[in-house]
């Protein structure tokens, strides 16, 4: 692949891969009832959200380059209804889905980026797919962090850098006492 083609192969993966890890990290924190628990009778529990992203990323990246999108064994509607009663058959779907990504991720070549695939018979440039897919999984990983956080509450373990942190954060990551005075050359 050649600088910028393989430059955003890669930082695509990382994106996904750091959101990946805040939503297990999330999900690791909630209890077997807590996963199913919707906040309100309009939106989504966890165990919901985890099974559209899965829904969506086997989908979006089956044959990716070759198949639209939207796959005709898709159903999209049932992604929204809790029906998966065992924590590790939910795990299992959410991981295939991620694998389903990732696995497509990796066969990209440089020549692949110039190439158009199909969303529901709408035409895009690969690079548009993919950070399509890339901004639905972040929307959708943050309404986990969200729902996660809630009903957590004071047993929360934080994913990031904890509130008041980020000096502390900044210093250890610069190894600089102020870490304001880092000058970028």
Not at 138 to 161: F, K, N, P, S
Request: net charge negative.
């Amino acid at each position: 692949m050649d600088n910028v083609s393989a430059e955003l192969t890669s930082s695509t993966i990382t994106v996904f891969t750091v959101n990946k890890n805040w939503a297990d990290n999330a999900i690791a924190q909630l209890s077997d009832s807590q996963i199913h628990i919707a906040l309100d009778p309009e939106t989504n529990s966890v165990a919901v959200i985890m099974k559209h992203i899965a829904g969506n990323l086997k989908s979006r990246w089956t044959d990716f380059l070759v198949d639209d999108g939207e796959k005709p064994w898709r159903d999209r509607d049932d992604e929204f209804v809790d029906t998966f009663s065992d924590r590790q058959e939910l795990l299992d779907y959410w991981e295939e889905g991620w694998k389903c990504l990732f696995d497509s991720l990796y066969q990209l070549q440089a020549g692949d980026l110039g190439r158009t695939v199909h969303i529901r018979g709408e035409p895009h440039s690969v690079p548009l797919a993919i950070q399509r897919n890339l901004g639905h999984t972040c929307y959708h990983v943050g309404q986990i962090l969200m729902v996660a956080r809630i009903l957590v509450g004071d047993d929360w373990e934080t994913i990031t850098i904890a509130r008041g942190g980020s000096k502390t954060h900044n210093q250890n990551a610069w190894a600089k006492d102020d870490y304001r005075s880092r000058k970028d050359t």
